[in-house]
């Protein structure tokens, strides 16, 4: 069992709709929660940050995060065709500083 | 504003041969990861170095060694490659170890694509 676990998908979601990614965790000693999203071939790009249990909004973007549930998910409001790419959840685990990749989940928004 | 500056962005060797990456952190930034993403696949942790110790290591071959600088800047080399070692290769930068874990300021540099043929 990975220790950062995602659908790999494609979730494809029409133009406007709301996409849902969902991430589970393994290790409770993780401590922040990071999105990234990224498009082939090119650099991860941070979408949301958060580390506090509840929900966290920036512009469309909306991170949740419970950690009993170990668990963080995000939420992406009148999808884009722009949206269309791979979103990548990673976990910090400060007993070892450094940042744990999912695999991604691939995210198709239709025109 | 400067970001993570690696090079070469694109890297085709022969099988055997030896390769070497450079990462150039944001300017004060004390800290360097490098992360090995091959084709579909997520990012893999390599190694990380702190104010030029390294600080973590993951799941990097024998093969490969790295370093950071005494001006920040990190070095990956890669030698005997092999065809599995073609992947994209990520630098981040972070300023100091744990900080980007309550600040989100990691930052990722465009990556570098190494073929292997």
């Known amino acids: 069992q990975k220790e950062v676990e995602q659908n790999s998908g494609p979730l494809s979601v029409p133009e406007g709709a709301i996409a849902s990614l969902n991430c589970t965790y393994s290790?409770?000693?993780?401590?922040?929660f990071f999105w990234y999203r990224q498009y082939s071939g090119k650099s991860p790009e941070l979408i949301m940050f958060i580390y506090s249990n509840g929900d966290k909004e920036d512009g469309r973007f909306t991170a949740q995060l419970n950690k009993a549930s170990q668990y963080v998910s995000l939420l992406i409001r009148d999808s884009q065709p722009s949206d269309s790419a791979t979103y990548l959840c990673a976990v910090f685990r400060d007993s070892s500083y450094k940042l744990i990749f999912g695999s991604g989940t691939r995210l198709l928004v239709r025109p | 504003a400067a970001g993570v500056i690696q090079s070469p962005r694109h890297l085709i060797k022969e099988k055997r041969e030896t390769a070497t990456l450079k990462c150039y952190p944001i300017?004060?930034?004390?800290?360097v990861y490098w992360y090995q993403q091959g084709p579909g696949q997520d990012p893999q942790f390599l190694i990380s170095?702190?104010?030029?110790?390294?600080?973590d290591k993951g799941s990097i071959p024998d093969r490969f060694s790295a370093q950071q600088f005494s001006d920040y800047h990190s070095e990956l080399n890669m030698s005997s490659l092999e065809l599995g070692d073609s992947a994209l290769y990520f630098c981040?930068?972070?300023?100091?170890?744990?900080?980007?874990?309550?600040?989100?300021?990691?930052?990722f540099g465009e990556g570098s694509r190494l073929t292997v043929l």
């Open positions: 981040a930068s972070s300023l100091g170890l744990a900080a980007f874990a309550n600040t989100g300021e990691l930052f």
């Open positions: 300017p004060r930034h004390d800290t």
């Open positions: 170095f702190y104010e030029k110790m390294q600080s």
């Open positions: 290790d409770r000693g993780s401590q922040s």
